[in-house]
């Protein structure tokens, strides 16, 4: 005796293995494909930091350039009340300023700073204006001897991809009187 065609559907285990490898493929590639999406981001992610660190070291080496170059204050008038600047265009061709992390070629394109660091030129612009001239901060010694000349450094580095850091700072050299 035949059972009922319902009943042969419902009892039918025919087909299911496929089903399930179907449902398991679907689901696997899902994985895959988000597994790689979440990859691509963090490639993304890290390159971007990598970049934002190089300019960030750019902005940075040219304030250290504008604070230690000392070509730059031989062009600065020195006044009591301040006023002077150091713009990027007036730097000489050929210089070389000490910067911290070493010896930099510096030389002047276009209005901008060039400075050679580990075998590359980068670009960098520097301002720097004097504020004022005035006594040294209290309990540094020799009052007698030296003033304060007070100064204000704007620097922005340029790193790669375009990519641009400023770096603003104030501070102050000791100036015989």
Do not use: C, W
């Amino acid at each position: 005796m035949e059972r009922p065609i319902e009943q042969n559907i419902i009892t039918n285990e025919r087909g299911t293995i496929l089903l399930v490898v179907l449902i398991m493929l679907v689901l696997l590639s899902t994985l895959g494909a988000m597994s790689f999406l979440n990859s691509t981001t963090e490639l993304n992610t890290s390159g971007e930091f990598r970049k934002e660190n190089a300019t960030f070291y750019e902005a940075d080496k040219a304030l250290e350039y504008a604070i230690t170059d000392d070509a730059i204050y031989t062009v600065i008038p020195m006044t009591e009340a301040g006023g002077g600047s150091f713009p990027a265009s007036t730097a000489t061709p050929g210089q070389t300023a000490s910067a911290g992390l070493g010896t930099m070629d510096v030389v002047n394109k276009d209005g901008r700073i060039m400075a050679k660091g580990r075998g590359a030129y980068s670009s960098m612009t520097v301002r720097v204006e004097h504020l004022k001239t005035g006594p040294l901060p209290p309990g540094t010694g020799d009052e007698d001897i030296f003033q304060g000349a007070y100064f204000y450094a704007s620097v922005v580095g340029e790193g790669p991809d375009s990519g641009e850091r400023t770096i603003e700072g104030q501070f102050a050299r000791k100036v015989p009187k």
